[in-house]
């Protein structure tokens, strides 16, 4: 089997000719430009990029307890350290429709590298922040450089790799999205107990640097694509996703008081009418829906916003079970998840090539089923009379299963798509993903907070807070049991992923070798 990144013969070539070709052409009115002859370094060089915002997604979950205690340590409410997560989700999930279509209007180098220094620059706020409102507003800045950077990497995917040979590069992209989001934890681990969890922030500065110098060098200019922009649909999707998270992140807090599923079913309402008006829109809507006439795209976009939700909402409740039933460190409780990030890593670019030959759903529902089994096997162990390294199985598992979900669904999305429309695809593929990081996010801290109420009565009242350290033995099973019972909600979401990908189509023009 030839190693992808030395691929630059027919295939490559051809594309690059393609790409040429179209930019050639002073009828599409666009920047002529040139696709390099080999893609891989430039997709190398925004992987770097692409991995730093998505270890930002999940590094935060096993930091939680320590900045509770740091910025929030009197109350026994959850709710609140956990919009450290959703202002960062909510930042990023918001604009990305919008920031696929700058990609094709200006360029996706250009726009990737202004992210990045957003990013970078806000990075250096959170790590600085002295109260957990500062905290919750830089992150929001990040959120945002993020949803500058991320479209750019798959549309540069799809604007110089041929179809038949996209499966490899998505299993790069793949990969670094199934490692960042697994080695989130670790790294957040490690900075917490030997820096403190300001690192995990700084950290990001001398990343985002370096990251910044290799995509001016080898990230090339590629053709641009004039668009107008949908102002109304940008404005009708913001405020719908925010009534809605909003209103299932603080619903607990507020006693789900009339007012609260008000916000939510008005959010609904919005987004309603938002999908609406892109029906009707004569000019460029913000969301082409004739994209999702395609099986295969409408299937992907069902499938990762679950998974991005499973992945997001799982580890919250783990961690707060690691470390405050049973007492481990950030870093012990993070090596925990070492077999999940060696296995994804290691497999998925496997599973990528593969990809370019065999029909997606032979990985994908093994994948998806894998990933919800390690789930359902964490909640079985999550007591008190479990051995910790029985812990190390079902993260193996999990490993197994996420090498192949990241690479498949994001190839199948993207296989048929026009360069034209690379950015607007990918725009409206990472915004699934990321509206069910947010609704994962803010649906796991409800259910958390419901959870111990069942277990613990009368919890978010008590005297002093969760976060403060390990609990006092009386209360350990109820907390315990409440957070077993929290990440059954991750498991039972993934399966309507499952489901999905099995009416997924073989696409046309697989390698046969």
Same mark, same amino acid.
């Given at each position: ?52 915002? =998505? ?34 989700? =909510? ?100 900075? #917490? ?37 949908? &102002? ?35 959010? #609904? ?28 795209? /409408? ?29 481990? /460190? ?23 090539? =593969? ?32 051995? &910790? ?49 947010? &609704? ?46 929290? &990440? ?26």
């Amino acid at each position: 089997m030839t190693d992808p990144t030395t691929r630059s013969g027919t295939d490559e070539t051809d594309a690059a000719a393609s790409v040429t070709a179209r930019a050639s052409n002073p009828s599409t009115g666009a920047l002529k430009t040139k696709a390099p002859q080999n893609p891989w370094p430039a997709l190398w060089a925004l992987v770097i990029g692409f991995f730093m915002i =998505l270890v930002d997604t999940t590094i935060v979950s096993v930091a939680n307890p320590a900045i509770k205690a740091a910025l929030d340590p009197d109350t026994n409410n959850l709710d609140n350290v956990v919009w450290v997560t959703s202002a960062y989700l =909510l930042a990023y999930a918001v604009p990305l429709l919008i920031t696929g279509r700058l990609g094709d209007r200006f360029g996706p180098r250009n726009i990737y590298l202004i992210g990045l220094a957003v990013f970078t620059l806000a990075s250096l706020g959170c790590g600085l922040s002295s109260t957990l409102t500062l905290l919750i507003a830089a992150r929001a800045a990040q959120g945002f450089g993020a949803a500058l950077m991320t479209p750019q990497t798959m549309a540069v995917i799809t604007r110089t790799f041929p179809p038949n040979r996209r499966g490899a590069a998505m299993g790069l992209w793949g990969a670094t999205a199934g490692v960042a989001t697994l080695v989130g934890p670790i790294a957040g681990g490690l900075l #917490v107990d030997g820096l403190g969890w300001e690192w995990i922030f700084f950290i990001n500065i001398p990343v985002g640097i370096v990251a910044f110098v290799l995509a001016w060098i080898l990230v090339p200019k590629l053709e641009t694509h004039a668009h107008r922009f949908d &102002i109304l649909g940008v404005f009708l999707s913001a405020i719908g996703l925010f009534l809605i998270v909003f209103g299932l992140q603080e619903g607990q807090h507020y006693d789900w008081a009339l007012w609260v599923w008000a916000m939510i079913a008005g959010g #609904v309402v919005v987004m309603g009418i938002f999908i609406w008006t892109q029906a009707r829109t004569k000019n460029e809507p913000l969301v082409p829906l004739e994209l999702f006439r395609e099986r295969n795209f /409408s299937i992907a976009n069902i499938s990762i916003s679950t998974v991005g939700f499973a992945v997001t909402s799982m580890s919250l409740p783990l961690m707060f079970f690691i470390q405050l039933a049973r007492g481990l /460190s950030p870093t012990e409780s993070a090596l925990l998840l070492i077999p999940m990030a060696v296995l994804t890593g290691v497999l998925a670019p496997f599973a990528g090539r =593969l990809l370019d030959r065999t029909d997606p759903r032979f990985l994908l529902v093994p994948g998806l089923a894998c990933y919800t089994l390690s789930i359902l096997w964490y909640s079985s162990l999550m007591n008190v009379d479990t051995p &910790i390294w029985m812990f190390l199985l079902p993260s193996a598992l999990m490993g197994i299963g996420s090498a192949g979900m990241w690479g498949p669904l994001a190839t199948t999305a993207t296989r048929n798509l026009e360069p034209r429309q690379a950015g607007a695809g990918a725009g409206i593929y990472n915004t699934t993903r990321t509206i069910g990081s947010v &609704i994962g996010s803010a649906s796991i801290a409800a259910f958390m907070q419901a959870r111990l109420e069942a277990n613990l009565p009368g919890a978010s009242d008590a005297q002093g807070g969760f976060g403060g350290g390990t609990l006092p033995d009386f209360v350990v099973d109820g907390f315990s049991t409440a957070m077993s019972q929290a &990440i059954l909600l991750p498991a039972a979401v993934v399966l309507i992923a499952l489901v999905a990908v099995c009416f997924l189509r073989r696409p046309e023009g697989l390698v046969r070798r």
